[in-house]
């Protein structure tokens, strides 16, 4: 059985705090600069003979594909998109993902590194889904 809208919420809810979005986009755009700086040492590390070509090059369009997502994300969180939430919380759980299986496999720093940056990212960006208009509410 559907359920009706939320009468209790506000058409225009306020943001949790005034620094939220900011803090959210910056987070996202650190996880893009560090996304296009594994993607540059994939393609050098192929180049140089680091690892194989194919798998270098693969890893590193991979790589800069999703930076390109996290920076879109960003520039979406700034302007109170949708995109920039959904993928982001998304990506989050993908990260944390990576993070502890890093950690499991003895990439201890790295691997806490992408898991802190995960769950601060997941937090900051869970606290502006309220306050994101839904398309339905967009005049």
């Known amino acids: 059985m559907p359920t009706a809208p939320d009468s209790t919420r506000p058409a225009d809810a306020e943001d949790p705090g005034p620094r939220t ?10 996880e893009t600069l560090v996304l296009a700086a594994a993607a540059t040492f994939c393609f050098v590390a192929a180049s140089g003979g680091g690892m194989t070509a194919r798998l270098g090059v693969g890893l590193g369009i991979f790589l800069l594909l999703f930076a390109a997502g996290t ?3 960003a520039r979406s969180v700034l302007a109170k ?8 919380i998304t990506w989050q759980m993908f990260q944390a993902l990576v993070g502890a299986s890093m950690i499991s496999s003895g990439m201890v720093w790295q691997g806490a ?3 802190v940056l995960a769950i601060a990212t ?3 960006l869970a606290r502006l ?3 994101t208009p839904l398309p ?3 005049d």
């Open 122 to 124: 997941f937090v900051v």
């Open 81 to 88: 998109g949708r995109f920039g939430i959904g993928f982001g």
């Open 136 to 138: 339905s509410r967009l």
């Open 113 to 115: 590194i992408a898991l």
């Open 71 to 73: 920076a879109l994300a």
């Open 129 to 131: 889904v309220r306050s």
């Open 21 to 30: 979005r900011p803090r959210a986009a910056l987070l996202l755009g650190v």
